[in-house]
Antibody, heavy 121, light 108 residues
Framework: QVQLVQSGAEVKKPGASVKVSCKAS????????ISWVRQAPGQGLEWMGW????????NYAQKLQGRVTMTTDTSTSTAYMELRSLRSDDTAVYYC??????????????WGQGTLVTVSS | DIQMTQSPSSLSASVGDRVTITCRAS??????LNWYQQKPGKAPKLLIY???SLQSGVPSRFSGSGSGTDFTLTISSLQPEDFATYYC??????????FGQGTKLEIK
């Protein structure tokens, strides 16, 4: 069965960086993309970006350009999301999601369990 | 960028009610529209894709409709487990998948 297992909660100081991992299993990792989505406390879902696990191509949300980097390690079927220059408003639960297809439409069909990143001095 | 706007932001209803949530795109997205359900402390779950197709395992009381810029999610007869937050998402823009702001469905 498809599973995405994320790394544990992090507490960071403003200005620091965080790197969250997402280990995939149960499918051919390089056949699908991975997107990252975050959710601030009590807020909605914010799409952060996408990475192709096949060739490493990326596309980031404009508001995060320059601060976020998404990578993959195909040898371990793991995706990573690094966010730099952290601010208090980056405090959120960060999710990875597999980007699959249904009826030739992109969907987020499997999700990780979420990783809480807290930014506090 | 394509903006997605949901209404209402919150909704109170009773078990057995029929409810409808609306999602509007800032430009035409054909039928590239997905709906997700999220319960507190859990990851979102795919409900509907391509505007009106039910994801496997999702009860038939859920349905979606629309095309172009206006879409709806309907729950025909609310069950206790349906009280959650619902999000629409466009997948029209290649590799850019924006969400609506969410609709919280609460028990009246």
């Amino acid at each position: 069965q498809v599973q995405l297992v994320q790394s544990g909660a992090e507490v960071k100081k403003p200005g620091a960086s965080v790197k969250v991992s997402c280990k995939a299993s149960g499918y051919t990792f390089t056949s699908y993309g991975i997107s990252w989505v975050r959710q601030a406390p009590g807020q909605g879902l914010e799409w952060m970006g996408w990475i192709s696990a096949y060739n490493g191509n990326t596309n980031y949300a404009q508001k995060l350009q320059g601060r976020v980097t998404m990578t993959t390690d195909t040898s371990t079927s793991t995706a990573y999301m690094e966010l730099r220059s952290l601010r208090s408003d980056d405090t959120a639960v960060y999710y990875c999601a597999r980007v699959g297809t249904r009826a030739q439409r992109w969907v987020f069909d499997y999700w990780g369990q979420g990783t809480l990143v807290t930014v506090s001095s | 960028d394509i903006q997605m706007t949901q209404s209402p932001s919150s909704l109170s209803a009773s078990v057995g009610d029929r409810v409808t949530i609306t999602c509007r795109a800032s430009q035409s997205i054909s039928s590239y529209l997905n709906w997700y359900q999220q319960k507190p402390g859990k990851a979102p779950k795919l409900l509907i894709y391509a505007a009106s197709s039910l994801q496997s395992g999702v009860p038939s009381r859920f349905s979606g409709s629309g095309s172009g810029t206006d879409f709806t999610l309907t729950i025909s007869s609310l069950q206790p487990e349906d009280f959650a937050t619902y999000y629409c998402q466009q997948s029209y823009s290649t590799f850019m998948y924006t969400f609506g702001q969410g609709t919280k469905l609460e028990i009246k």
